[in-house]
């Protein structure tokens, strides 16, 4: 069965720090992996996906993940936060077939002016 | 450009109650979808549609029922509601059945089962 963890409820940083979110995964086969974003009451944006080629993904609102495939991992990462960021991250993988895309708990994500 | 609507936003309903909770995609995306999210377990798949009259299930269906008469619809029922099935409910769409698709998310409702 095809998993997805994020290892942190909360990450907390401070307003111009670099920031990660982390997330691994077990899929069998080749993974294709997402990052959504969830601001308070509303539903969930996508920011970015890996499918194959560069390890390097480039999203929306400045945020790249960096794929690892040694270390299965799928890290969130973003060069200088904002106040703005301040939400709750979900990882998600699949291993292909239908989308029936496994998520990971969500990390919330404070960034503190 | 609606995108994708859920309605209510918000609903409060008594143990034993039949609830029906909506959701409308203008894109005409073929495939929809039905999660619940609760604290400590993310978001888990309840039902999924590829098609009108194309139903399955996901990793929690019981308790809830689905259909799809049209492609713009995919509402979501709670036959016997249950405390248990309090919880903040998303309709997704997604173009194609590709595991590489992004899935569209709308607003979500928030449920309460008194």
């Known amino acids: 069965a095809q998993s997805v963890a994020q290892p942190e409820d909360q990450v907390n940083v401070a307003e111009g720090n670099p920031l990660t979110v982390k997330c691994t995964y077990s899929?069998?086969?080749?993974?294709?992996l997402f990052w959504y974003v969830q601001y308070p009451n509303r539903g969930l944006q996508f920011l970015l996906k890996?499918?194959?080629?560069?390890?390097l993904v480039k999203g929306s609102y400045g945020f790249e993940a960096e794929f690892n495939k040694s270390q299965t991992s799928f890290h969130l990462k973003k060069p200088s936060a904002l106040v703005s960021d301040s939400a709750l991250y979900f990882c998600?993988?699949?291993?292909?077939?239908?989308?029936?895309?496994?998520f990971g708990i969500g990390t919330k994500l404070q960034v503190i002016p | 450009d609606a995108g994708i609507t859920q309605s209510p936003r918000y609903k409060i309903t008594e143990t034993g109650r039949q609830v029906t909770l909506m959701c409308h995609q203008t894109?005409?995306?073929?495939?929809m979808f039905w999660y619940r999210q609760d604290l400590g377990h993310g978001l888990r798949l309840i039902y999924y549609?590829?098609?009108?009259?194309?139903?399955d299930k996901g990793e929690v269906p019981d308790g809830y029922v689905v259909s799809r008469s049209k492609t713009e619809n995919f509402p979501l029922t709670l036959e016997s509601a249950t405390r248990s099935q309090t919880s903040v409910y998303f309709c997704?769409?997604?173009?194609?059945?590709?595991?590489?698709?992004?899935?569209?998310f709308g607003p979500g409702t928030r449920l309460t089962v008194l």
């Open positions: 890996y499918i194959t080629g560069d390890n």
């Open positions: 997704a769409s997604s173009e194609s059945a590709a595991s590489t698709d992004t899935q569209y």
């Open positions: 894109w005409s995306h073929s495939y």
């Open positions: 549609s590829a098609a009108a009259d194309i139903t």
């Open positions: 998600a993988g699949t291993s292909g077939g239908y989308q029936k895309v496994t």
């Open positions: 899929v069998s086969g080749n993974p294709y």
